[in-house]
């Protein structure tokens, strides 16, 4: 059984950065994308970036020019760096990903951006 794990989250002041990873566990045999999706109270859980297993990206209007995914595929790991922090990016991050033909989500880790 593959598990999807967070970390990574917290507390930051607006203008800040944080990172964001995603590690994937268990007997894997297929992969396919990973991406980052997020959820503010209130609201539904929308996308804000995916990356294919060749590396190509995606990124919500949102995220583009302030949030960088990547992967490494060796360890079955994405990443979300995200830089110049605003209020509005305050919610529960969340990893998805394609495994062994099944897609999977993590528990979800908390961002929160206030000063």
């Known amino acids: 059984q593959v598990q999807l794990v967070e970390s990574g989250g917290g507390l930051v002041q607006p203008g800040g950065s944080l990172r964001l990873s995603c590690a994937a566990s268990?007997?894997?045999?297929?992969?396919?994308?990973m991406a980052w999706y997020r959820q503010a109270p209130g609201n539904q859980r929308g996308l804000v970036a995916i990356?294919?297993?060749?590396?190509?990206?995606t990124y919500a209007d949102s995220a583009k020019g302030r949030f960088t995914i990547s992967r490494d595929n060796a360890k079955n790991t994405v990443y979300l760096q995200m830089n110049s922090l605003k209020p509005e990016d305050t919610a529960v991050y969340y990893c998805?990903?394609?495994?062994?033909?099944?897609?999977?989500w993590g528990q979800g880790t908390q961002v929160t951006v206030s000063s």
């Open positions: 268990g007997n894997i045999f297929s992969k396919g994308y």
């Open positions: 998805n990903g394609a495994f062994n033909r099944m897609t999977l």
């Open positions: 990356i294919t297993s060749g590396g190509a990206t």
